[in-house]
């Protein structure tokens, strides 16, 4: 419930927060700019010390046994998207990922399916929109669920019927499970939130331009090295060798030869 009302009350406040020199790719940003305050309140004021309280009190097996459990439940939706996409061989690795950690982990509490080399492929829905060509559409900041994109708010309501959490019943406990992920992300997120503070000088700027370059990547499956290459085109941030998107099983773009500088000195002017 909360979560659908944060997406409806993001998208109607989105649509009041535009202006003349609005960022193609992030044409919300004051209202965005809002949330991200909003969302930093609350992070301070609540979470991270739930967060750091946790990883204080509980010990590190826990913990790791924790986010297993998360993840190989995960594991199962991933497989759908991935067959969605028609990327059979990274749903059936994920299928074979959830047998084997359910059955052999100890109900995914211990990840054996990675010490076997046994690949995680994380898929969500509306990675499987992007890659059936649905526009990303611009940038938004979700009220206590951070960075998003008009398709992958779109793509929540989905995403949580799709997931074996959001079918465990009863209520009490399904919300108990979606309270303790939640807190064992942000514990895993402690560190990282650190180097962020210390190093980016616009923090919101920084968050969205590494989400949306995060997605491409993500959808696109590039390489890391060449999701950072060139500038975004206007609209809808995607990276310009890779328009048009191609549907699932066409071939996908080549990236241009890296080519060595030249050792000799250039002409004086």
């Known amino acids: 419930m909360l979560r659908a009302g944060a997406v409806v009350l993001a998208i109607l406040l989105a649509g009041c927060a535009t202006g003349p020199n609005a960022n193609p790719r992030d044409p919300f940003e004051p209202f965005n700019r809002g949330v991200s305050r909003f969302n930093e309140d609350i992070d301070r004021l609540v979470l991270k010390p739930v967060a750091i309280a946790y990883k204080e009190i509980t010990p590190s097996p826990v913990r790791t046994g924790v986010?297993?459990?998360?993840?190989?439940?995960?594991?199962?939706?991933?497989?759908?998207?991935?067959?969605?996409?028609?990327?059979?061989?990274?749903?059936?690795?994920?299928i074979l990922r959830f047998n084997v950690n359910t059955f052999f982990g100890l109900g995914g509490l211990i990840d054996i399916a990675s010490d076997a080399?046994?690949?995680?492929?994380?898929?969500?829905?509306?990675?499987?929109?992007?890659?059936?060509?649905?526009?990303?559409?611009?940038?938004?900041?979700?009220?206590?669920?951070?960075?998003?994109?008009?398709?992958?708010t779109l793509a929540l309501t989905v995403d949580a019927q799709g997931r074996l959490l959001g079918r465990v019943d009863p209520d009490s406990l399904r919300h108990g499970l979606y309270l303790l992920e939640a807190v064992e992300k942000r514990a895993s997120l402690l560190r990282s939130g650190a180097v962020l503070d210390e190093a980016a000088l616009d923090k919101y700027s920084f968050t969205r331009d590494a989400y949306l370059q995060y997605r491409r990547a993500s959808i696109f499956e590039i390489p890391e090295g060449l999701a950072i290459q060139g500038e975004t085109s206007p609209g809808d941030g995607r990276l310009p060798e890779l328009e048009p998107e191609s549907p699932p099983g066409a071939t996908p773009p080549q990236a241009p030869p890296l080519r060595a500088p030249s050792s000799r000195a250039q002409p004086a002017q």
Do not use: M
Request: aromatic share 10%; no cysteine.
């Open 67 to 94: 986010s297993n459990f998360f993840a190989n439940l995960g594991d199962v939706w991933s497989a759908v998207n991935s067959a969605l996409q028609l990327k059979f061989g990274n749903a059936a690795e994920n």
């Open 117 to 152: 080399n046994i690949e995680r492929h994380k898929e969500d829905f509306g990675q499987t929109l992007g890659r059936w060509g649905v526009p990303q559409g611009p940038y938004l900041v979700l009220p206590l669920l951070g960075p998003s994109t008009v398709r992958d």
